[in-house]
């Protein structure tokens, strides 16, 4: 008897390839962008890849923020500032500075003084900054420079991401005002990109630190850190404290990790980009003393971006050596310089910044109430703390315990962070939550003038803080005014800024940052004038500080409490367990939610005077006479004698006109104007990139095509004829490169590449079928060989042992003998015909007879898989009857 079939099955080597489908699933990638002064770097998150930074066009894991216009061309990052060395006046670089800038702005005289050449005019509407492009008729302002540099991160982004990206995180530097962050967001938007939060370069660097060191957290004592970055432009420092603190979800609580930034410090224009340019004019008084020339190379602006790239280049250099020559061949009437440079030298050039380095330092922890012995290590970020003399002076001055930590990346960190919180505020990822809290470094306070009761007397201005020095934020702020009935209006800008000197309060620009005139105040408190039953409580105006540290006035309303008869009826049952569910799922408001008063009083009332100085705190202020106890929509009963009275809280919207006093970016025509010329200039460099693309496929298939006709197996799938036509086109095209290609558009050089490939895509194709068809075959026979196989098994067998029918055996049967005629016969044509003529066998056909074999042969193993075979029965054997043993 044979061995039945599903016994044996596992000896047979199967022949079925199988094949693994991947549904290609776009996920929804983001970005963030650390756009520096100097450098700008971008991290993705996407499916599958968690916190990556995107590499540039040269493999490079930070692009220089330049941008270059030169001959219709633009250009940016390496190839921008090599434009710049030969044409400075092209090539625009530091231009993040200038953001929400007016002409008049102390820091737009110095990037006129550091960078003469550059051609800056006042805008004819903001008064802003405006590039104008050499003879051109061509401006642009920094808001559109910005947009294209954050357009080239975006492709970056993409090209490492493999799909297309629409939002991302932006880090700007924490001194950014008002005025600096809204141009920020409208340089995103020309750009296409929308925004998910602006977010502190430096508290950014503190959430990347944290989010891979949460385990060293605890709930009852905080964990403080500074982190020192002095980047190109300036140096921030922040004091922030991390702390496991539980989350307010009353159903499952659990411990989730806080950042909170507690106090800045900053100094703007200490930097690399002021010790280079110090190292720049001391190498260029260096040269004119050699004498040379008679020319002096300061005037010579070619000659001053050269020696500003070697500057560069030499203080990078004598971070790590004690001594370097700078060398530039050509500097100025084709004489070379060459100077020997020590880091004493520099140090000594540098002497007054390197005094300043502990300054920011002291600030922050000034503002943050602590002393050095609480903070547990001194962080360094920002290429510029790589300055050996940096971290000396920070050793000395700061007199701290624990050594400098180095740990930080100091080129990715920020943006890395900032990719965290993309993630986080993405609605295509799930990360483990982490709690930022950022701190408002300038104040805001809203003034305004108490209601007139004598007409004679002149009215009094009050002025009640809205966001205190170091207030966290985003936070939600109410201000109420309890004595204004008529229409008014009141004004909201910055505090009081003793922390900072004359220069950087000038340097913020305005200090009023809006004007709000309310209408309607009038109209409607005398909806309620006379009604009994009614105690109006107030205007009250909705503040936010939101995530990007933008002021925003939600809407402003008169509240009026009520007193009304209630329904006689008890609240169902049904209903009472409704609402005591539905309170058991509110949950915690969010941060935002979380609603601080500011109230309007008189400034002889010690009572209210302690309370607005009591109302910047973070912890919410309790007090019996306040009305912020009342919550809006909300009910109070009366008494519990009086169950038929209740109090319901009305809500009257009043009319706001809300005019902005600081620089305001282009808004309306002068937008979509920006919009259009970035979209234009993006059309041109896609044209020149296609041409660039066309250009180098048609000279690459000329090169290939001539060397390919060399090798033997291309050679003899061609004829004479056709060889000879094919080397012709060749030349031909060739010659028209050189005449007139190069100048040619992107679908001329296209066509030819057509005309190219017509002629030897015949010979290409023979080519592969002579030598795939051989593997092929071997595939197909092996493909024949199992399924005979499986066929003698199955005959071997009865079909009792067996899932097929003979139907089913018959067919495989039949398949197998035609497939294995067919072949034998196609095979000996082939071998009959020369090389140059088209094949009668082809790959495809081999292909489709392999797929039909392993299509019947997949069929069989599924049934087979799946069937499971009947267990015999054994004969029963009957007992005999022990006649030793009596029945009772």
């Known amino acids: 008897m044979g061995i039945p079939f599903w016994k044996c099955v596992t000896a047979l080597t199967m022949f079925l390839v199988l094949s693994l489908h991947i549904a290609n699933v776009h996920g929804l990638a983001v970005m963030s962008i650390d756009i520096g002064s100097e450098w700008m770097k971008v991290a993705i998150v996407s499916p599958g890849v968690p916190m990556e930074i995107a590499l540039n066009k040269e493999s490079k894991r930070k692009t220089p923020t330049a941008v270059a216009f030169r001959n219709g061309e633009r250009t940016f990052g390496e190839d921008a500032l090599t434009v710049g060395v030969r044409f400075p006046s092209n090539c625009y670089i530091y231009f993040l500075d200038l953001l929400g800038k007016k002409i008049d702005n102390p820091i737009v005289d110095l990037y006129k003084k550091r960078f003469p050449y550059y051609n800056i005019i006042p805008d004819p509407k903001r008064n802003t900054v405006l590039f104008k492009h050499g003879e051109s008729d061509d401006y642009f302002s920094p808001e559109e420079l910005v947009a294209m540099m954050l357009e080239k991160a975006r492709e970056f982004a993409q090209d490492s991401a493999g799909q297309a990206i629409n939002e991302a995180v932006i880090s700007v530097p924490g001194y950014f005002g008002q005025a600096e962050r809204n141009a920020m967001l409208k340089a995103a938007e020309i750009a296409g990109i929308k925004v998910l939060q602006l977010i502190n370069s430096y508290t950014a660097a503190a959430l990347n630190y944290g989010i891979f060191r949460t385990k060293s957290f605890n709930e009852t004592s905080p964990m403080y850190m500074m982190f020192y970055d002095m980047g190109a432009y300036g140096t921030q420092v922040s004091v922030v404290s991390y702390q496991l603190i539980k989350s307010k979800d009353r159903i499952a609580p659990e411990l989730q990790p806080h950042l909170a930034v507690l106090g800045v410090g900053y100094e703007r224009n200490l930097g690399g980009l002021e010790m280079q340019l110090r190292l720049r004019d001391y190498l260029a008084s260096k040269f004119n003393n050699l004498k040379l020339t008679p020319n002096d190379v300061t005037k010579n602006t070619r000659s001053m971006a050269k020696l500003f790239k070697e500057a560069g280049r030499l203080k990078n250099v004598l971070s790590a050596n004690t001594e370097h020559f700078a060398q530039i061949e050509g500097l100025i009437d084709e004489k070379d310089m060459r100077i020997k440079v020590t880091r004493e030298e520099l140090e000594e050039l540098c002497k007054d910044l390197f005094d300043k380095v502990v300054i920011p330092a002291k600030r922050a922890l000034e503002a943050s109430g602590l002393t050095i012995e609480l903070i547990e290590q001194v962080m360094l970020s920002g290429a510029g703390t790589r300055v050996p003399r940096v971290q000396d002076r920070l050793v000395k001055d700061l007199k701290s315990n624990q050594p400098l930590g180095r740990s930080l990346n100091t080129d990715e960190a920020a943006a890395l962070g900032a990719a965290y919180k993309a993630a986080d505020l ?259 460099d896609l044209a020149k990139s296609r041409k660039e693309t066309s250009l180098n496929n048609l000279e690459t298939a000329i090169i290939e095509t001539r060397e390919k006709l060399e090798q033997p197996d291309y050679s003899s799938s061609a004829t004479e004829i056709e060889t000879q036509s094919i080397l012709d086109k060749c030349s031909e095209i060739s010659n028209w490169l050189e005449d007139d290609g190069f100048g040619a558009e992107a679908e001329v050089l296209d066509s030819k590449f057509d005309d190219l490939k017509k002629i030897v895509l015949p010979v290409w194709e023979r080519t592969f079928e002579h030598a795939e068809r051989p593997s092929r075959l071997d595939a197909l026979n092996s493909a024949l060989n199992s399924s005979n196989s499986f066929l003698e098994k199955i005959k071997n067998s009865t079909l009792d042992d067996t899932p097929f029918t003979q139907v089913e055996i018959d067919t495989l049967d039949k398949l197998i003998s035609e497939i294995t005629n067919w072949k034998d016969k196609q095979v000996e044509e082939q071998e009959k015909l020369p090389k140059y003529v088209d094949p009668v066998l082809t790959v495809q056909t081999i292909a489709m007879k392999h797929s039909s074999i392993e299509r019947e042969m997949r069929y069989l193993m599924t049934k087979f898989t799946s069937w499971k075979p009947k267990k015999k029965e054994e004969p029963k054997v009957k007992k005999e009857k022990d006649d030793s043993h009596t029945e009772l």
């Open 426 to 684: 993405s609605n295509g990822f799930k990360v483990k939550a982490f709690i930022t809290k950022d701190a408002t470094l300038f104040p805001i306070q809203v003034t305004f003038d108490k209601e007139v009761i004598d007409e004679n007397k002149p009215a009094k201005q009050v002025k009640r803080i809205l966001f205190g020095h170091m207030n966290p934020y985003p936070q939600r702020k109410i201000i109420t005014f309890n004595k204004h009935q008529q229409d008014f209006d009141f004004t909201v800008g910055y505090a009081e800024l003793s922390h900072l000197d004359e220069n950087e309060i000038k340097c913020l620009g305005s200090l009023s940052l809006s004007h709000i005139k309310l209408n309607g105040v009038q109209d409607a408190y005398s909806k309620y004038q006379g009604q009994e039953g009614t105690d109006t409580k107030g205007i009250k105006a909705h503040f936010v500080m939101d995530d990007s540290g933008l002021l925003i006035l939600q809407n402003v309303e008169l509240l009026v409490e009520k007193t009304v008869t209630a329904d006689t009826e008890e609240e169902s049952t049904l209903s009472k367990i409704g609402n005591t569910i539905s309170n058991l799922f509110k949950g915690p408001e969010e941060v935002l939610k979380e609603e601080k008063p500011v109230h309007e009083a008189p400034e002889e009332d010690p009572i209210s005077q302690a309370f607005n100085n009591t109302t910047n705190s973070t912890e919410p202020f309790d007090h019996t006479n306040s009305t912020e106890q009342v919550k809006l929509n909300d009910t109070i009963p009366i008494s519990d004698s009086k169950k038929n009275l209740k109090v319901v809280t009305v809500k009257e919207t009043i009319d706001v006109n809300h005019e902005y006093l600081f620089v305001l970016p282009a808004q309306d025509d002068d937008l979509q104007s920006s919009i259009n010329k970035i979209t234009e200039l993006k059309e041109i």
